[in-house]
């Protein structure tokens, strides 16, 4: 008897399985798979518990079936940087969004960097944004290696007054549907001050990719040449950018010549306070007239 109730049970599961697409969820420590030309059969053993493997940007839950041949991809970013001109001891201000004067759409779709993303919003997210910031993800063995050539994706972002850059939802760490096959390496820019990019790989915990630029001067690939102890034992991107060609020289100053005295949204406001002025001049640009962007091309 119990031999027929067993072959009748598997028989309706087979007709079931054949009438419908099922999404297993079950804990298991065993089992396999079988597919014919009308039905498929799975089968399990009992898990009592289970675990989560990370490598990379792959992910393996131990004890549940998961579909045939697909993998869980994408790249968390969790980013800690500072930029010296809107930096006041321990934080940078937010002038520039308490003035209403931050773009509400990314505004990183001009010479040099030409990005074309569409992020914008229909107001600015979070009262502590600073300003919007361009990240860039390279895949590469080192930082000396990571040019133009290994870039696997960008994305435009807020950066908060603690440093962190959120996604355009003003909270959340940045996400990105990529995946890496040697290191993960991270570039920030900002349309006035010098670029910077990791001089070291990202560390990966819990899924996600952290790096804080604002620990140390070799936290930046090419050091002091174009990064800048900025506080107490903080760090940050150096400004005076003013072109946004990698340098700060005398082209910058002669741009912000042809503003200084006016107000808005423009990349002569060296410490975005929304005023071209003589700050901008006399403590940005000429502390910084020698210093250039270490990132390789």
Not at 49 to 60: F, I, Q
Not at 205 to 216: E, I, N, P, Q, R
């Amino acid at each position: 008897m119990r031999k027929l109730v067993s072959i009748f049970s598997l028989t309706l599961m087979i007709q079931c399985l054949s009438a419908q697409t099922l999404s297993p969820v079950v804990v298991a420590s065993s089992g396999s798979y079988y597919e014919g030309t009308n039905a498929s059969l799975s089968w399990t053993l009992g898990e009592i518990a289970t675990e989560t493997y990370s490598s990379g940007d792959v992910n393996l839950t131990q004890g549940f079936q998961q579909p045939i041949g697909v993998a869980v991809m994408g790249i968390n970013v969790d980013l800690l940087v500072f930029l010296e001109g809107p930096f006041a001891g321990t934080e940078m201000n937010t002038q520039l969004s308490t003035s209403g004067t931050i773009p509400l759409a990314q505004p990183y779709n001009i010479p040099p960097w030409n990005y074309s993303g569409t992020e914008s919003v229909p107001f600015i997210p979070n009262n502590e944004v600073v300003d919007w910031v361009l990240i860039e993800l390279r895949d590469a063995v080192n930082a000396a290696s990571a040019t133009s050539s290994t870039r696997i994706a960008r994305q435009a972002a807020f950066l908060l007054k603690n440093g962190t850059v959120v996604g355009i939802d003003g909270s959340s760490i940045l996400q990105f549907s990529n995946s890496i096959s040697q290191q993960l390496f991270v570039i920030v820019w900002h349309r006035n001050h010098l670029g910077v990019l990791s001089a070291n790989a990202l560390s990966q915990s819990g899924g996600v990719y952290g790096y804080d630029f604002s620990t140390a001067l070799n936290q930046v690939y090419g050091e002091g040449s174009g990064y800048k102890l900025i506080g107490s034992g903080i760090y940050g991107m150096a400004g005076g950018d003013n072109n946004a060609d990698g340098h700060v020289d005398l082209t910058d100053i002669a741009a912000w010549k042809a503003v200084a005295g006016t107000a808005g949204y423009k990349s002569s406001d060296f410490d975005l306070d929304n005023q071209v002025n003589n700050i901008d001049k006399n403590e940005v640009w000429v502390e910084n007239k020698s210093l250039s962007s270490q990132i390789p091309n």
